[in-house]
């Protein structure tokens, strides 16, 4: 068998995975390409969010990407409401307590910083809701662990809830780098014959 790899840009609104709920969700299968039959999602993101989204036919990547002792990090540009403190951004670096299924948890130690210089992202379709009486910051975060919707959880307990989240780095490819160079949104990319660094 053919191990096929490939990297999409994952949109906003569409559910990580190949088959519908309902029938008015958007999924992979919506995708304008013709995926061989046993390649599936490796790790997902949630609707609301966009990026990096691994597919493979190769069963051991799910272990290697997402097994917790693997720590293979993954970067995220995410936009807040206001303006996060210095203090705020050394809470979530050390780790917070979030509630995960009904269990609190603490978040292992990661990296957090505010972004001046955005890499060149896809509009998000719809643009989220802006309000002119409160400012947004844009943050870079990497984690080394993927819990239900982690990042979001994290940044509601400095009261600076996300607006938008796109995953831009992920085993090893990076938005804006070979061979992920002027990517769009829903674009697809086989990475097949690239390294990848888990």
Not at 45 to 65: A, F
Not at 72 to 90: F, M, R, W
Not at 112 to 138: F, H, M, Q
Not at 173 to 193: N, R, T, V
Request: aromatic share 6%; hydrophobic share 35%.
């Amino acid at each position: 068998m053919e191990m096929k790899t490939y990297i999409i840009y994952k949109p906003y609104g569409m559910l990580s995975q190949f088959t519908r709920e309902i029938e008015s969700h958007v999924t992979l299968k919506d995708l304008d390409y013709d995926f061989e039959i046993d390649v599936y999602p490796v790790g997902r993101l949630d609707s609301d969010s966009e990026g990096l989204l691994m597919l493979s036919n190769d069963k051991s990547l799910n272990q290697k990407l997402l097994s917790p002792k693997s720590k293979s990090p993954k970067t995220y540009h995410i936009q807040v409401e206001g303006e996060p403190s210095d203090s705020a951004l050394q809470l979530i670096r050390d780790g917070v307590m979030i509630r995960i299924k009904g269990k609190t948890i603490k978040t292992q130690p990661c990296q957090i910083s505010r972004i001046t210089d955005l890499p060149e992202l896809p509009p998000r379709i719809p643009p989220i809701r802006v309000r002119k009486a409160i400012p947004t910051t844009w943050l870079a975060i990497t984690l080394t662990e993927g819990k239900n919707r982690q990042v979001r959880r994290m940044l509601a307990t400095i009261n600076h809830p996300v607006l938008r989240l796109i995953r831009t780095q992920l085993a090893g490819f990076e938005i804006g780098k070979s061979p992920l160079y002027d990517l769009k949104s829903g674009q697809i990319i086989d990475i097949s014959k690239f390294k990848i660094n888990l």
